[in-house]
């Protein structure tokens, strides 16, 4: 179970490929989080690299590579595909960020929690 949390008062600021990083509570425990905007829809992901656990980011809310077609992990550069989750190269091939799903309220974009029950492999990072 999370608690919704307001992500953005107005989504139109957040612009194609930028990020924004939040907090979300789930089963009580504060998880980091972050949103995108990508080919103009959007997508959330608990930030935790499948790899070694460890943020996707340096705390700086860049998480795309320079073609703006991946997320990319900064440790060992693993590569998710934005709108799925999914590394598509990298150590942790195959493995999925945890997705959490995102309501437009008006012109406010909030965080609802995750938006699949959780799979086997979310439960630990790929080694
Ligand atoms: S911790 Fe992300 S690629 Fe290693």
Request: hydrophobic fraction near 40%; aromatic fraction near 8%.
């Amino acid at each position: 179970m999370a608690s919704a949390v307001r992500i953005l008062a107005d989504s139109r600021r957040l612009s194609e490929t930028a990020a924004v990083r939040f907090v979300i509570e789930i089963d009580g425990v504060s998880r980091d989080a972050f949103a995108v905007r990508y080919r103009g829809q959007f997508f959330a992901y608990v930030n935790t690299c499948r790899h070694e656990g460890r943020m996707l980011d340096f705390g700086d809310g860049h998480f795309f590579d320079e073609a703006c077609d991946a997320l990319v992990c900064v440790h060992h550069g693993a590569r998710y595909q934005p709108s799925t989750g999914i590394c598509v190269e990298g150590p942790c091939l195959g493995a999925r960020l945890t997705a959490l799903k995102l309501e437009q309220r008006g012109q406010e974009l909030w965080c609802v929690g995750a938006s699949r029950e959780a799979a086997p492999e979310d439960a630990a990072p790929a080694g």
